[in-house]
């Protein structure tokens, strides 16, 4: 059987890491995988996990199998770190979180389950998106269009051509809505437009799923949910898939989850039914270790007080590293206007770069980008700073 069986094509992004890791260049960069590094250019632990994990260590007297929701005391910290403590959803007890092995099996099982509950739904997706929402949700044979975003004038948003997008997504459809930190253009739609989008969705009978992977790494915790709390005032019905690989430094731990709002307990119980049984067909329930450790350190004053002061580290260095690219290009001479970059927020950015200048990059100077121009500014560093961009001069 396995005789005729091609080989399958390397994945645009993690594939392209595969490439990195067998360059023998001693001074490659690789700004493609979606990886916090610091200014070293490694992915550290964070203080906060470390002392959690320790705790785990101490007290764990079990590796019985969790729920198929994951466990219950994490999943209620997933809701008061999205929501807030005190808000209706969680009141009301509107909401439901199952913990999933991370924001990419939340999205998976929110495919199966669309698949499932709703086949006649098409899954309208922002141009551009993250590569691999197109590969998740085609795997879970969801059919999947796209919706305007992107202003290739500007480098910044074009909203008003994603409202009028959205007005001709038809009543019963899904639309996929990044909840900061846009993947790959870390261009975020303000406050006051997320609104108006939750206003249309209303009117047009149109499910938001919002993928929300990068909260704090804009421009903090509650200032990241500011857009989703401003589309919960708008529909009374949305489902979050949410990851704390970049918040927490849990790349390896795969902790994320999906969590729906209904307009009731009852129905957000009866649609959690439908969701544990995708779960049960898939991976039956989810692994324990990463989910110990958010629980426990959202749940200690001192400790999250000192991860909040953690994750306004990564937010700062990723900032900084934007300001020094634009800075190190402009004393260059590089004629193209990359200021775009100093405002947008998260790992990525949209460079603008060619598929053909992205090649020279890796074939001529092992700088390895994704083929659509999308880089990650926390694979940057002061020391490969004027080498990245001496290289960017050359291409362009």
Not at 4 to 31: C, H, M, Q, R, Y
Not at 169 to 191: A, E, Q, R, S
Not at 264 to 271: L, M, Y
Request: charge should be neutral; glycine fraction near 8%; aromatic fraction near 8%.
């Amino acid at each position: 059987m396995f005789k005729n069986v091609k080989t399958a094509p390397a994945d645009p992004i993690l594939g392209l890491t595969e490439a990195f890791n067998a360059d023998s260049n001693p001074d490659k960069i690789n700004l493609s995988v979606g990886v916090y590094k610091d200014a070293t250019g490694k992915t550290p632990v964070l203080e906060t996990v470390k002392e959690a994990e320790r705790r785990i260590v101490e007290q764990e007297n079990s590796k019985g199998y969790l729920p198929m929701t994951g466990e219950p005391l994490y999943c209620a910290r997933v809701q008061e770190l999205m929501f807030g403590e005190d808000h209706e959803v969680i009141v009301e007890k509107r909401a439901a979180t199952a913990q999933c092995p991370g924001g990419t099996g939340a999205l998976r099982v929110a495919g199966d389950y669309l698949h499932t509950l709703h086949p006649d739904s098409t899954l309208w997706l922002s141009d551009p998106t993250w590569a691999n929402h197109n590969t998740i949700f085609a795997a879970a044979g969801v059919t999947c269009k796209k919706y305007a975003y992107r202003d290739p004038k500007t480098n910044g948003l074009d909203f008003d051509a994603m409202y009028e997008s959205i007005k001709k997504i038809p009543k019963g459809d899904v639309i996929l809505l990044h909840g900061c930190c846009h993947n790959p253009t870390g261009i975020d739609p303000t406050p006051e437009q997320w609104g108006k989008i939750g206003e249309l969705l209303t009117q047009q009978g149109v499910l938001p799923l919002v993928d929300f992977a990068y909260q704090g790494l804009a421009n903090g915790i509650e200032d990241d949910r500011a857009g989703l709390l401003e589309l919960i005032k708008k529909v009374r019905q949305l489902a979050i898939c949410s990851s704390f690989s970049k918040n927490f430094g849990l790349y390896r731990e795969r902790t994320g989850a999906l969590t729906v709002v209904g307009e009731s307990a009852e129905q957000v119980a009866t649609v959690m039914s439908q969701v544990k049984l995708r779960i049960r067909y898939s991976y039956s329930n989810p692994p324990s270790h990463g989910a110990q450790i958010v629980a426990i350190v959202l749940g200690d004053k001192e400790l999250r007080a000192q991860w909040l002061e953690e994750v306004a580290d990564i937010r700062n260095r990723i900032n900084e590293m934007r300001h020094l690219f634009v800075k190190t290009l402009k004393e260059k001479g590089v004629k193209q206007d990359f200021s775009s970059i100093i405002e947008q927020r998260g790992m990525f950015s949209f460079s603008g770069l060619t598929k053909k200048q992205v090649d020279r990059l890796r074939d001529e100077y092992s700088i390895y980008i994704v083929g659509s121009g999308r880089i990650n500014v926390a694979g940057m560093t002061p020391a490969n700073m004027d080498r990245l961009c001496e290289a960017i001069k050359t291409v362009l």
